[in-house]
Nanobody, 121 residues
Framework: QVQLVESGGGLVQPGGSLGLSCAPSGIIRSIGAMAWYRQAPGKQRELVAA???????NFADFVKGRFTISRDNAKNTVYLRMNSLKPEDTAVYYC???????????????WGKGTLVTVSS
């Protein structure tokens, strides 16, 4: 069974930096686009950043210039580097990826369980 496993959340002061990473567990055939979403208390889940298998990126306006997304295709890992963090960046951050499992020909959408990022002094 394939699962997405996130790591790197935690508490950081305003203006600080934090990095997240995400990789699938289990045996996979291929990964397509990967992305990070977030959900703050009382709000809907929203896209933060996405990256295609070819490296094309897309960012939400509220993180442009502060966050970067990257991936290591050899490790099937996606990263989110967050700089100049603000209290309003506090949320649970979720990893999302399009994965084809080993032995399958279907591309399916997978979500991680989320990692909490708290920006507070």
């Amino acid at each position: 069974q394939v699962q997405l496993v996130e790591s790197g959340g935690g508490l950081v002061q305003p203006g600080g930096s934090l990095g997240l990473s995400c990789a699938p567990s289990g045996i996979i055939r291929s990964i397509g686009a990967m992305a990070w979403y977030r959900q703050a208390p009382g709000k809907q889940r929203e896209l933060v950043a996405a990256i295609t298998s070819g490296g094309y990126t897309n960012f939400a306006d509220f993180v442009k210039g502060r966050f970067t997304i990257s991936r290591d295709n050899a490790k099937n890992t996606v990263y989110l580097r967050m700089n100049s963090l603000k209290p309003e960046d506090t949320a649970v951050y979720y990893c999302n990826a399009e994965i084809t499992r080993w032995g399958s020909s279907s591309l399916m959408d997978y979500w991680g369980k989320g990692t909490l990022v708290t920006v507070s002094s």
